[in-house]
Nanobody, 115 residues
Framework: QMRLVESGGDLVPPGGSLRLSCAASAFIFSDFAMSWYRQAPGKERELVAGINSNGGSTNYADSVKGRFTISRDNAKNTVYLQMNSLKPEDTAVYYC????????WGQGTQVTVSS
């Protein structure tokens, strides 16, 4: 059964950094684009960043451009989100996503940016 497992969320002060990881299993990871989404309390889930199957193309929400970097290691079936210069408005549950004939989501990892 296909599975996505996120990790790396934490409480960090404004200006801090975190790296999220998403480990994938039970599908041919290197064949599919991957994405990170986030959902803050009371808000809709939004796309944060995406990466194509070989890592050669990425896209970002305007709110995170220049601060976040998405990457992947196809040998490890893992996608990452490096988050720098974190702001309180980045506080959210972060989800890993892949579309393989339907949407698949991980369980999410909480990122809280607060002093």
């Amino acid at each position: 059964q296909m599975r996505l497992v996120e990790s790396g969320g934490d409480l960090v002060p404004p200006g801090g950094s975190l790296r999220l990881s998403c480990a994938a299993s039970a599908f041919i990871f290197s064949d599919f684009a991957m994405s990170w989404y986030r959902q803050a309390p009371g808000k809709e889930r939004e796309l944060v960043a995406g990466i194509n199957s070989n890592g050669g193309s990425t896209n970002y929400a305007d709110s995170v451009k220049g601060r976040f970097t998405i990457s992947r290691d196809n040998a490890k079936n893992t996608v990452y989100l490096q988050m720098n210069s974190l702001k309180p408005e980045d506080t959210a549950v972060y989800y890993c996503h892949v579309w393989v004939f339907r949407d698949y989501w991980g369980q999410g990892t909480q990122v809280t940016v607060s002093s």
